[in-house]
């Protein structure tokens, strides 16, 4: 055995992966090398003429059950070569909708219940910079809901949770609102590592999370049966972005620069893979921390590029800071960028730089939330972005899926899921199998200071001519 296994390295070594012909011609060789090793008696003293004879006999019995399992292995090597190549995954979890089989759905609702709780996992201060605007969307349409007869006749009202540091304390909110407060189901958190959190929460807890400003396709790839994401995938928004950039830019160099957090590494990932499959690079990559207040080095070698286009991905106030600093230094191509190009701390901070950059756009203002801007505006004395239009939005479905399903939580969740597709003031709502929202998604760009569609992709010359020269 040894020998013919030194016999089968010796082969690959010198020849690489063995063919069935090649195998069956050293299994022959390695057949007549197993009888010479047995060799006749050197002496009739040392060994006698049955023994030897006993010895061959057993190593050509050896030799030739090798041969014959071997030459099994060959044949159905051989066919299985044969057989074309599917190509397919075994098991793609993204076309695996996992459905909630567990016990809860017998539960009776509670009796004598004063309030209808409902978690939120995000800042409950209209002051805060980032997130202000989704608490007042949630607690705008909480307000709606109860004046419209609550649930039964039962008001609803927010449990609201949150920590600068989510991954140390803000977990202790969402166990909290989970097992102390007994909510019906949590709104939240207010980017992709928050959402991330609560999902682990919820998955032990058997409780419903719909996410407003999750585009993190991962937190659904987890299976989780209770994750709901309102916002289209960063998968669905950089396809749309990166043939944007091929129209515009055609293929005239461009530079690509993201920042480092989570969300805009994610979406980095998914811009790369779509470029890719349109054949396009950037001429550089360049990355920058996120918070970063000094761009200086990064917009001189940006300017020094004479590239015709540069596309920013990062959060809002860091993409204003940068397309304003480059700006400032009569960087005069096209930019494009991610989805928080449309927040309104992007329009804040870059003033009129931010005109015409082109971007995803995830809320289109319309007749269908007309109603909503009106009260919103009115309200607060400013426009929603669509962060917080998608808050209003994902509390309303809620809302809704509890008065179909009740006092349950495993009712609420099939409620949830059931609704689909469920027309919002963003759009509509359409779950895949994973529970993430599939709208299409268009482009958009500012004029005059306000978000607006961008009109369709001109030709790469006509894009420069369109680009802001502040």
Same mark, same amino acid.
């Given at each position: 055995?040894?020998?013919? $296994?030194?016999? @089968?390295?010796?082969? !690959? $070594?010198?020849?690489?992966?063995?063919?069935?012909?090649? %195998?069956?011609?050293?299994?022959?060789?390695?057949?007549?090398?197993?009888?010479?090793?047995?060799?006749?008696?050197?002496?009739?003293?040392?060994?006698?003429?049955? *023994?030897?004879? !006993?010895? %061959?006999?057993?190593?050509?019995?050896?030799?030739?059950?090798?041969? /014959?399992? *071997?030459?099994?292995?060959?044949?159905?090597?051989?066919?299985?070569?044969? =057989?074309?190549?599917?190509?397919?995954?075994?098991?793609?979890?993204?076309?695996?909708?996992?459905?909630?089989?567990?016990?809860?759905?017998?539960?009776?609702?509670?009796?004598?219940?004063?309030?209808?709780?409902?978690?939120?996992?995000?800042?409950?201060?209209?002051?805060?910079?980032?997130? &202000?605007? $989704?608490?007042?969307? +949630?607690?705008? +349409?909480?307000?709606?809901?109860?004046?419209?007869?609550?649930?039964?006749?039962?008001?609803?009202?927010?449990?609201?949770?949150?920590?600068?540091?989510?991954?140390?304390? &803000?977990?202790? !909110?969402?166990?909290? $609102?989970?097992?102390?407060?007994?909510?019906?189901?949590?709104?939240?958190?207010?980017?992709?590592?928050?959402?991330?959190?609560?999902?682990?929460?919820?998955?032990?807890?058997? *409780?419903?999370?719909?996410?407003?400003?999750?585009?993190?396709?991962?937190?659904?790839?987890?299976?989780?049966?209770?994750?709901?994401?309102?916002?289209?995938?960063?998968?669905?928004?950089?396809?749309?972005?990166?043939?944007?950039?091929?129209?515009?830019?055609?293929?005239?160099?461009? /530079?690509?620069?993201?920042?480092?957090?989570?969300?805009?590494?994610?979406?980095?990932?998914?811009?790369?893979?779509?470029? %890719?499959?349109?054949?396009?690079?950037?001429?550089?990559?360049?990355?920058? !921390?996120?918070?970063?207040?000094?761009?200086?080095?990064?917009?001189?070698?940006?300017?020094?590029?004479?590239?015709?286009?540069?596309?920013?991905?990062?959060?809002?106030?860091?993409?204003?800071? /940068?397309?304003?600093?480059?700006?400032? =230094?009569?960087?005069?191509?096209?930019?494009?960028?991610?989805?928080?190009?449309?927040?309104?701390?992007? /329009?804040?901070?870059?003033?009129?730089?931010?005109?015409?950059?082109?971007?995803? *756009?995830?809320?289109?203002?319309? =007749?269908?939330?007309?109603?909503?801007?009106k009260e919103f505006s009115s309200r607060f004395g400013s426009s929603p972005d669509y962060l917080a239009a998608h808050t209003y939005d994902t509390v309303n479905l809620l809302?809704?899926?509890?008065?179909?399903?009740?006092?349950?939580?495993?009712? %609420?969740?099939?409620?949830?899921?059931?609704?689909?597709?469920?027309?919002?003031?963003?759009?509509?709502?359409? @779950?895949?199998?994973?529970?993430?929202?599939?709208?299409?998604?268009?482009?958009?760009?500012?004029?005059?200071?306000?978000?607006?569609?961008?009109?369709?992709?001109?030709?790469?010359?006509?894009?420069?001519?369109?680009?802001?020269?502040?």
């Amino acid at each position: 055995m040894t020998l013919v $296994m030194c016999t @089968w390295q010796n082969e !690959k $070594m010198a020849n690489g992966t063995s063919t069935p012909e090649r %195998i069956l011609r050293y299994l022959a060789v390695t057949f007549h090398r197993v009888i010479e090793s047995a060799g006749p008696p050197q002496s009739a003293q040392t060994l006698s003429f049955a *023994l030897w004879s !006993k010895q %061959i006999m057993h190593r050509i019995f050896t030799a030739a059950s090798i041969l /014959l399992a *071997l030459s099994f292995v060959v044949w159905a090597g051989g066919k299985h070569s044969e =057989k074309p190549s599917s190509g397919k995954v075994f098991f793609d979890a993204r076309k695996h909708q996992t459905n909630y089989s567990g016990p809860g759905r017998q539960k009776r609702p509670p009796v004598d219940i004063r309030e209808v709780l409902i978690g939120y996992f995000g800042p409950d201060t209209p002051s805060h910079r980032e997130a &202000g605007d $989704m608490w007042r969307a +949630a607690c705008l +349409a909480i307000e709606q809901a109860n004046r419209a007869g609550g649930y039964n006749g039962i008001p609803f009202r927010l449990v609201a949770g949150w920590s600068d540091n989510p991954w140390g304390t &803000g977990i202790s !909110k969402v166990v909290r $609102m989970a097992y102390v407060d007994k909510v019906w189901a949590i709104i939240g958190g207010i980017d992709g590592p928050s959402t991330h959190l609560a999902e682990q929460v919820v998955a032990k807890a058997r *409780l419903t999370l719909l996410s407003p400003a999750s585009t993190d396709k991962t937190v659904n790839l987890a299976n989780v049966p209770w994750m709901f994401s309102c916002l289209p995938g960063d998968h669905i928004q950089a396809p749309v972005l990166v043939n944007a950039i091929s129209l515009y830019v055609g293929r005239k160099p461009f /530079l690509l620069v993201s920042a480092t957090d989570h969300d805009s590494h994610l979406f980095t990932v998914e811009l790369n893979k779509s470029l %890719i499959r349109q054949e396009i690079s950037p001429s550089y990559h360049f990355e920058f !921390k996120h918070g970063n207040q000094d761009h200086t080095e990064l917009v001189e070698k940006i300017t020094k590029s004479r590239a015709h286009a540069l596309v920013v991905i990062a959060g809002a106030r860091d993409s204003a800071r /940068l397309v304003s600093d480059v700006r400032k =230094k009569c960087f005069t191509g096209c930019i494009f960028g991610g989805p928080c190009m449309g927040r309104s701390s992007f /329009l804040e901070e870059a003033g009129q730089a931010a005109e015409g950059v082109i971007f995803p *756009l995830l809320y289109i203002p319309g =007749k269908h939330s007309e109603s909503f801007e009106k009260e919103f505006s009115s309200r607060f004395g400013s426009s929603p972005d669509y962060l917080a239009a998608h808050t209003y939005d994902t509390v309303n479905l809620l809302i809704v899926a509890i008065r179909k399903a009740g006092l349950n939580r495993a009712r %609420i969740c099939d409620a949830v899921r059931e609704l689909s597709p469920w027309a919002g003031v963003t759009g509509p709502v359409k @779950w895949d199998t994973l529970g993430g929202n599939n709208r299409t998604v268009r482009l958009g760009t500012i004029r005059a200071g306000r978000v607006i569609p961008a009109s369709g992709p001109p030709g790469p010359d006509e894009a420069t001519l369109r680009c802001s020269r502040p």
